[in-house]
């Protein structure tokens, strides 16, 4: 069992920033892989970014690269998404999820087994 616990988030103007974190119980953070998903109101819930066990590979959704980085610190069993230049579009919740597997891919919410409740970003024009 992994529980997370999400921080960070809030209210910010458009092309301002904000670090999300992630903190995950157990001792067992450093076999899971790790990813950040949002659902904004009305949608559907979207990979944002994910990172491997040891964070030698991450992996984004086309609309956030440049200006998202996800990162893990496994000392501190905490997993981060620095989040700049934000957008209007980037108002969601967001929540870190656990998995086992990277292969074949990342992305599907499916591929994850354990999830945070989520914390909400909110992006001012």
């Known amino acids: 069992q992994v529980q997370l616990v999400e921080s960070g988030g809030g209210l910010v103007q458009a092309g301002g920033s904000l670090r999300l974190s992630c903190a995950a119980s157990?001792?067992?953070?450093?076999?899971?892989?790790m990813g950040w998903f949002r659902q904004a109101p009305g949608k559907e819930r979207e990979f944002v970014a994910a990172?491997?066990?040891?964070?030698?590979?991450?992996e984004y959704t086309e609309s956030v690269k440049g200006r998202f980085t996800i990162s893990r610190d496994n000392a501190k069993n905490t997993v981060y998404l620095q989040m700049n230049i934000l957008k209007p579009e980037d108002t969601a919740v967001y929540y870190c999820?656990?998995?086992?597997?990277?292969?074949?891919?990342?992305?599907?919410?499916?591929?994850?087994?354990?999830w945070g409740q989520g914390t909400q970003v909110t992006v001012s024009s």
């Open positions: 157990g001792r067992r953070f450093s076999t899971y892989v």
């Open positions: 990172i491997t066990r040891s964070g030698s590979s991450t």
């Open positions: 999820a656990a998995g086992v597997s990277w292969y074949p891919t990342p992305r599907p919410s499916g591929s994850y087994d354990y």
